[in-house]
């Protein structure tokens, strides 16, 4: 075993030295509060994105029926004949 | 159907339940470690671990297969490199000689066993650098004893050891790596 290995398994051997210490119990009753309330916020986060592009969209529909951006405006200046 | 969601995230509930059970011990040492915490009173090892599971919580549906371990893992690191400045200071734990960073790399190569590309990927520093942090981490820890609840061992040895580790070390600038 070559040198910065062995020096690398005696920090191996001090890091994973764990002292007998419990964990507190309400560890995962703090995180999973904690976490289904992100969950939550995640999802009306995403339930108003969807909100807004609905809104969107029929405002969009609703501009196009009105004024018919597609047809054709009448022309603007009369014919120049002859050129 | 809205019974059907509720059972399921019951379900959901009782396995990160277990999860945490299973591995919160393990995962609450090596955000002591980060933290340079003693062990025994973390508070803020404990509210970087909070932090974390609550993430690996949140997202526990849409883990489809992966480790939630490793999930939590991710985010513990990610969240401790976000508070780097703020544990800058020595609290009194095992790692506490160490700047923030290199204690973050100490533990996800040798603690955790991550590899060198993933911890750099995990970092965003390049390779070399992660080396290069792990090399004056590790030389760092084994100049100076230990704090308390390091596994007793005779001193001489560890000196003799570090020394023999820097050959190129100058007598009298030990610990200043």
Same mark, same amino acid.
């Given at each position: 075993? =070559?040198?910065?290995? !062995?020096?690398?398994?005696?920090? !191996? !051997?001090?890091?994973?030295?764990?002292?007998?210490?419990?964990?507190? *119990?309400?560890?995962?009753? !703090? *995180?999973?509060?904690?976490?289904?309330?992100?969950?939550?916020?995640?999802?009306?986060?995403?339930?108003?994105?969807?909100?807004?592009?609905?809104?969107?969209?029929?405002?969009?529909?609703?501009?196009?029926? *009105?004024?018919?951006?597609?047809?054709?405006?009448?022309?603007?200046? =009369?014919?120049?004949?002859?050129? | 159907?809205?019974?059907?969601?509720?059972?399921?995230?019951?379900?959901?509930?009782?396995?990160?339940? $277990?999860?945490?059970?299973?591995?919160?011990?393990?995962?609450?040492? $090596?955000?002591?470690?980060?933290?340079?915490?003693?062990?025994?009173?973390?508070?803020?090892?404990?509210?970087?671990?909070?932090?974390?599971?609550?993430?690996?919580?949140?997202?526990? $549906?849409?883990?489809?297969?992966?480790?939630?371990?490793?999930?939590?893992?991710?985010?513990?690191?990610?969240?401790?490199?976000? &508070?780097?400045?703020?544990?800058?200071? &020595?609290?009194?734990?095992?790692?506490?000689?160490?700047?923030?960073?290199?204690?973050?790399?100490?533990?996800?190569?040798?603690?955790?066993?991550?590899?060198?590309?993933?911890?750099?990927?995990?970092?965003?520093?390049?390779?070399?650098?992660?080396?290069?942090?792990?090399?004056?981490?590790?030389?760092?820890?084994? &100049? /100076?004893?230990?704090?308390?609840?390091?596994?007793?061992?005779?001193?001489?040895?560890?000196?003799?050891?570090?020394?023999?580790? /820097?050959?190129?070390?100058?007598?009298?600038?030990?610990?200043?790596?």
């Amino acid at each position: 075993m =070559s040198l910065p290995d !062995r020096r690398e398994n005696e920090v !191996r !051997r001090l890091l994973a030295h764990r002292p007998g210490r419990p964990v507190p *119990a309400d560890l995962a009753e !703090r *995180a999973g509060l904690l976490g289904t309330r992100l969950l939550r916020r995640r999802r009306a986060l995403l339930a108003a994105a969807w909100l807004v592009l609905g809104a969107a969209a029929v405002a969009l529909a609703a501009w196009a029926l *009105a004024t018919e951006p597609w047809s054709v405006p009448p022309p603007a200046t =009369s014919p120049t004949g002859g050129w | 159907m809205r019974e059907r969601r509720a059972r399921r995230e019951r379900l959901r509930a009782r396995e990160f339940d $277990a999860f945490v059970a299973g591995a919160g011990g393990r995962l609450l040492h $090596a955000a002591t470690l980060l933290t340079a915490e003693p062990p025994g009173a973390a508070p803020e090892a404990e509210r970087l671990l909070v932090l974390a599971l609550a993430r690996t919580r949140a997202d526990w $549906a849409r883990l489809r297969g992966e480790d939630p371990y490793h999930h939590a893992r991710r985010e513990l690191a990610a969240r401790y490199a976000l &508070s780097l400045r703020r544990h800058r200071r &020595s609290r009194g734990g095992l790692l506490g000689a160490l700047p923030p960073r290199e204690r973050l790399v100490l533990v996800l190569r040798l603690f955790e066993g991550v590899g060198e590309e993933q911890t750099a990927a995990a970092l965003g520093l390049p390779v070399e650098r992660v080396r290069l942090l792990l090399e004056r981490g590790t030389a760092t820890l084994l &100049s /100076r004893p230990p704090a308390g609840d390091a596994p007793a061992r005779p001193r001489a040895r560890r000196a003799r050891r570090a020394r023999a580790g /820097r050959p190129g070390a100058v007598p009298g600038t030990e610990g200043a790596v």
